[in-house]
């Protein structure tokens, strides 16, 4: 998920280029936008209260006991809405983006933007379901 710095700058001078025709592209930036700060406040809730309690628990042999610490039902369920709505957004921008498929006008950074948003979707889709059916079970 560490593409999104280049999306950002690849998304400005797309929308610069591009957005007063196609207004499409300033929903995109703003869907984008949001995905982006939320991604972001849930890497540092899950840096702060799962990955460093997670490490302590398994550098000190006792992985079994971490389902004690953390609770379950309230930060799991946090955390895999989360994950919802980062799904949801991308299923926004696949759409606003016709399926990340290039219009026949669209410059190279438009046609890098779509390439590399495709990626970001999938790298998303693997860190989820890695959290969501290895991590999670292994903390709670």
């Known amino acids: 998920l560490g593409v999104t710095p280049v999306l950002n700058q690849l998304m400005k001078e797309v929308v610069t280029r591009h957005g007063k025709s ?6 995109l930036n703003d869907l984008f936008t949001l995905l982006c700060e ?12 799962l ?15 971490a389902s004690k610490t953390f609770p379950k039902n309230q930060m799991q369920r ?4 989360e994950h919802l709505r980062a799904i949801s957004h991308i299923k926004k921008i696949r759409r606003i983006t016709n399926g990340y498929a290039a219009p026949e006008y669209a410059c190279p ?4 933007l779509l ?3 495709k990626k ?7 860190h989820i ?12």
């Open 109 to 112: 950074d438009y046609r890098t």
């Open 22 to 27: 196609h207004p499409d592209l300033i929903d």
């Open 120 to 126: 970001l979707e999938l790298d998303l889709h693997r």
């Open 51 to 65: 990955h460093k309690e997670t490490r302590r628990f398994e550098s000190s042999g006792q992985m079994e006991s």
């Open 115 to 117: 390439w590399k948003m």
């Open 129 to 140: 379901c890695e959290e969501n059916y290895i991590v999670y079970p292994k903390a709670f």
């Open 78 to 81: 946090g955390l895999e809405y």
């Open 38 to 49: 939320e991604l972001g406040a849930h890497m540092l809730k899950e840096e702060k209260m």
